[in-house]
């Protein structure tokens, strides 16, 4: 089905709210106490207005809500799991059929950390939670209170409800499933899930739809069969890095759309896929590595319908198509910084991703913003590059190089002369 088509399609299953009308609450404190009269229509905690009061308000309302974080670390400090009126444990929020978005400062400046003290953030069933602009981190779901409802979603429980993160760092989470993040349906924009735990299944779960755009996925750990991103229904990647997660990189039960991806290193394998899958211009490489024979695809019983201008470092995928690269070396540095505002893997000097994308159905920017198409490999064409970065024309390349020399130089000079 058309992307947008099933987007409006899932969004239908939401509840219609009314108009909306909204509040905006700004929280003034990092302090974590409970509204003293929750549902009063005043955030007050003491005197404060803090976190989990703002929550505690915006639940209650009847409105979509604003919740406005200052700079600062928002540490959970009142113990208490199982619990989901927001008072103790993790902040539970949400309010069936609206919207409450959480809105801090920015990654690293805006932390909210549970200290191990519960998971983090716990959405209620038939709501929309929205959060931008802040890290999560700390979150702690390590046991099973409830057999019928397992503990999981370190940093966030969604499983009923709409997520949309944007400009987010989810990173240290643990739980006894899906180390960071489960939701009914989620959208996550420029956001780094890294560096969670869990024992079993991948770090992003939905239940239903998950949409990922320029987004990394990396370094996820699960003692038993994990893995990075994983949805029920459908499944978008475009302009994304999932790479050295346990388990496999991408797992769609549903159909699987794919678009500038670089997928690299997973443990399991690249991408298992049980349901209709399109791929254009996505790079898989060195995924299964060790005791799993699953390489980069795992497509048995998949219906690949497009897949093009794709490369893989090994024979799994079938990839037949002009245009497509099988068993090659991709040549990809280090997953690292290189500008905008997550982490990515440049494909090296001479790698053959470079100028080697299907121009047709080329995104205009790559992962970090860049625009697109450079002319990566010097032949004074431009074309665009397979995987989630579009690197820098080699002359721009040696520019900035001999940029970065000149004024080292300069400065050595300098400091002789004085
Ligand atoms: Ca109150
Ligand atoms: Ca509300
Ligand atoms: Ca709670
Ligand atoms: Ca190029």
């Given at each position: ?238 302009n994304s890095t999932i790479v050295a997660n346990d388990g496999c990189g991408v797992t769609a039960y549903g159909s699987l759309s794919i678009r500038h991806a670089t997928i690299d290193e997973n443990a399991g394998c690249g991408v298992l896929a049980l349901g209709p899958v399109e791929m254009w211009n996505s790079v898989l490489a060195r995924n299964g590595g060790g005791a799993s024979e699953r390489g980069d695809c795992d497509f048995d019983g998949a219906m690949p319908h497009a897949l093009v201008h794709n490369a893989a470092s090994d024979e799994s995928c079938p990839f037949s198509e002009p245009g497509s690269l099988v068993g090659i070396d991709p ?88």
């Amino acid at each position: 089905m058309d992307r947008l088509l099933l987007l409006v399609a899932s969004l239908l299953l939401l509840p219609i709210a009314s108009p909306a009308r909204s509040a905006v609450l700004t929280v003034d404190s990092t302090e974590d106490l409970a509204d003293d009269d929750p549902g009063d229509g005043i955030c007050a905690a003491g005197g404060l207005c803090t976190l989990r009061a703002a929550i505690q308000e915006a639940n209650r309302n009847g409105e979509d809500d604003d919740i406005e974080l200052l700079a600062g670390t928002y540490a959970l400090a009142i113990p208490g799991r199982g619990e989901d009126e927001g008072a103790t444990g993790d902040l539970d929020v949400g309010e069936g059929g609206r919207t409450i978005t959480i809105r801090g400062a920015g990654v690293g400046w805006t932390v909210v950390d549970a200290l191990a003290l519960d998971r983090v953030f716990h959405a209620a069933p038939e709501s929309r939670l929205e959060i931008e602009q802040l890290s999560i981190r700390g979150g702690s779901e390590p046991t099973w209170p409830d057999p019928g409802r397992p503990a999981a979603g370190g940093a966030i429980d969604a499983r009923d409800a709409y997520l949309r993160l944007a400009d987010v760092l989810v990173a240290e989470n643990e739980a006894v499933e899906n180390a960071a993040i489960l939701a009914g349906q989620a959208v996550l924009e420029r956001v780094t899930v890294r560096d969670n735990a869990s024992y079993t299944g991948a770090a992003v779960v939905a239940v239903d739809l998950l949409d990922l755009a320029e987004c990394t996925v990396a370094w996820n750990t699960a003692i038993d069969a994990g893995g990075g991103v994983e949805a029920g229904l459908a499944l978008y990647v475009e302009n994304s890095t999932i790479v050295a997660n346990d388990g496999c990189g991408v797992t769609a039960y549903g159909s699987l759309s794919i678009r500038h991806a670089t997928i690299d290193e997973n443990a399991g394998c690249g991408v298992l896929a049980l349901g209709p899958v399109e791929m254009w211009n996505s790079v898989l490489a060195r995924n299964g590595g060790g005791a799993s024979e699953r390489g980069d695809c795992d497509f048995d019983g998949a219906m690949p319908h497009a897949l093009v201008h794709n490369a893989a470092s090994d024979e799994s995928c079938p990839f037949s198509e002009p245009g497509s690269l099988v068993g090659i070396d991709p040549q990809l540095g280090p997953l690292e910084g290189h500008g905008g505002p997550t982490i990515t893997q440049m494909p090296l000097a001479g790698s053959p991703l470079l100028d080697a994308a299907d121009d047709a159905v080329c995104r205009a920017i790559d992962q970090r913003g860049a625009p697109r198409p450079n002319d990566g490999d010097g032949d004074g064409v431009a074309h665009c590059d397979i995987g989630a970065v579009e690197a820098p024309e080699p002359a721009a390349a040696l520019a900035a190089a001999a940029s970065a020399a000149g004024l080292a130089l300069a400065v050595r000079a300098r400091f002789r002369n004085r």
